[in-house]
């Protein structure tokens, strides 16, 4: 009788531990699992739109090969949308005989791009060839928004940045800024009671696998005489074809859907703190390293957006600091305006990809 008895006890005990754990996997809260992509076969233009959605370890050695190789690596936001033929991971190969990594789709901004580095920082030297797609429309949020971190940034990317030792300060601040100022976002992901104790986050995260991915150095042929002029010329004609006479030179389906509410009014200034602060974390990632990196701002169009002064003078505030710290920086006139570089408001044409695929080029 107490044998039964003890059998009854240890089954319940059993089949309540079940019980709760079935409590806990299906009613307790849990962070999905990112979907992911195939890995990509590497040629000589390559584009990662999101590279949380690639094992961290393919977009670390594919990153850090072509940085080490001083090939061009090209970070943006929502313009590395742009599909056409001269979309960068297919025109530039051919017209500059280079390899070329491109990184990024819309808000993909100053700080998922300078973790996305500092998690590849051996790699970093005077040689690599770095450019970054600087958007007007980053200034618009107030930093990186929460979702757009959440969705480039795995855990485990995370991770192996938490275990650095030489993490900027600046880098640790702003990932904690945003997990402080979205912690219902985060929760149940990025639990905010651990931060900023990095080693205790790190223990959560996940774990590498350990994969390793070997990049082939596949050779490009080399771009002898290639005629820039031609292709912008072609580019150009595309582009004012696809705006159909209308008087901004935009798409004419942009143009259709917007033209009620021209002249538009920017972001209020306020705004430009945050991301501007990324923005010199970011420069000051890349001069400790000795990059001399291209930021490449892509201007607003002068005729949507109306009161411009007040704005620009910010902007010029942030490209003069990229200067100190020794970047190039590659800018298009205000005045006069060339109607045929955007698409849009913000997003380059065609013909505008040409000229800044140009420039990269022009080491």
Request: net charge positive.
């Amino acid at each position: 009788m107490v044998a039964a008895c003890r059998l009854l006890r240890e089954l319940a005990l059993i089949l309540g531990a079940v019980v709760a754990a079935l409590f806990v996997v299906r009613v307790l809260p849990r962070a999905p699992a990112p979907a992911m992509d195939r890995v990509p076969r590497v040629g000589a233009g390559l584009s990662l739109p999101n590279p949380a959605r690639v094992p961290t370890a393919f977009t670390n050695a594919v990153l850090s090969r072509r940085l080490r190789d001083g090939d061009a690596v090209l970070f943006g936001s929502s313009e590395l949308a742009f599909d056409g033929v001269v979309a960068p991971h297919r025109f530039f190969p051919h017209a500059c005989g280079r390899r070329i990594l491109t990184i990024g789709r819309a808000g993909y901004q100053s700080l998922p791009i300078a973790l996305t580095l500092a998690s590849v920082k051996d790699a970093l030297s005077p040689r690599s060839d770095v450019s970054i797609i600087l958007s007007p429309g980053w200034f618009a949020e107030f930093g990186t928004p929460s979702g757009a971190f959440l969705r480039y940034l795995a855990p485990e990317a995370l991770r192996t940045l938490f275990a650095k030792d030489d993490l900027p300060l600046a880098l640790r601040a702003a990932v904690a800024r945003q997990i402080r100022i979205h912690r219902d976002e985060f929760s149940g992901l990025y639990p905010d009671w651990l931060l900023p104790t990095w080693s205790g986050l790190a223990e959560i995260l996940p774990v590498s696998m350990g994969e390793r991915y070997v990049v082939p150095r596949r050779p490009v042929p080399p771009a002898e005489n290639f005629d820039w002029d031609a292709a912008e010329r072609t580019q150009r004609e595309r582009t004012v074809a696809e705006a159909a006479g209308n008087p901004l030179g935009v798409e004419m389906s942009y143009y259709a859907r917007t033209k009620a509410t021209l002249p538009k009014a920017v972001a209020p200034l306020d705004r430009f703190g945050v991301e501007r602060r990324d923005l010199y974390a970011l420069s000051d990632l890349l001069k400790s390293s000795g990059v001399k990196a291209r930021f490449i701002v892509q201007p607003l169009h002068r005729r949507v957006y109306r009161d411009l002064a007040a704005y620009d003078r910010r902007v010029d505030e942030a490209t003069a600091q990229l200067r100190r710290d020794g970047h190039r920086v590659v800018e298009f006139a205000r005045e006069p305006f060339d109607l045929q570089l955007l698409r849009d408001s913000v997003h380059f044409s065609g013909y505008g990809w040409v000229k800044v695929q140009r420039a990269m080029c022009e080491r």
